[in-house]
């Protein structure tokens, strides 16, 4: 049975519904699956629900396209310039998403050419693979940088203002970028610091403000996640 399946989807004639059934529910099935590991190892960070449903609709879309085409050289074509006119208005937000886009176009792929056995292995071995690099914590940076931003005034010298603050909170810290704002009523700097473990980062927003006039401040916890003081 899978002989025919694959010669079949080959010559991209006689496509049964028995085909098409199981290319159509094996890519929901892995579809699915991948999309929970991707919930499930981005948990903490936090994710897009948007994202996650489309990790399970790409595989579906992928094997539809694929069953279309099989062998065919003009419908190929005309499938190219199809999608040539369409613009994606969503950009996925981590080079990680990017590895889960291409995991689920790879597998579409396999389960239209009818690799749904093959299909099968890669999502078990990939998805194992980004359970354990997630529990495992590989590659992460345990000194997270974060970016303060601090609003001034004009007629302060901003100039070592934070220094003796910055060097109290902070393990290490740059300044990264200065830039007016307002017409040149205020101006912002921006630093990249690395904060000391357990401090209580209120107090350290409160001695900010006693030497920025009381003025905007925001501290970058994540990258999704931004908490603004002032």
């Known amino acids: 049975m899978l002989d025919n399946m694959l010669s079949s989807i080959a010559s991209g004639s006689n496509i049964t519904i028995t085909t098409v059934v199981a290319v159509t529910a094996a890519a929901i099935i892995l579809g699915l699956i991948i999309s929970l590991v991707y919930m499930k190892t981005n948990n903490k960070s936090g994710y897009s ?3 996650a449903t489309t990790l399970i609709m790409l595989p579906l879309i992928i094997s539809i396209i694929i069953l279309l085409v099989g062998n065919n050289v003009a419908r190929a074509f005309s499938l190219a310039g199809a999608f040539s006119i369409i613009r994606f208005r969503s950009v996925p937000g ?4 990017i590895s889960y886009v291409l995991f689920t176009l790879a597998i579409g792929l396999a389960c239209g050419m009818g690799f749904i056995g093959y299909g099968i292995i890669f999502t078990i071995i990939l998805c194992l693979l980004m359970v354990v690099l997630e529990k495992t914590k590989f590659a992460s940076n345990k000194n997270k940088n974060m970016q303060l931003k601090i609003m001034v005034p004009e007629d302060l010298n901003y100039e070592d203002a934070f220094d003796e603050i910055l060097n109290k909170y902070t393990s290490s810290w740059r300044i990264e970028n200065i830039r007016t704002k307002e017409f040149g009523a205020t101006f912002e700097l921006t630093y990249i610091i690395n904060l000391l473990e357990e401090i209580n980062k209120k107090d350290f927003i409160d001695e900010l403000r006693c030497r ?3 003025l905007k401040i925001s501290l970058t916890l994540s990258s999704f996640e931004e908490k603004a003081f002032g």
């Open 212 to 214: 920025n006039g009381n």
């Open 49 to 51: 629900s948007g994202f």
């Open 94 to 97: 981590e080079p990680r998403d």
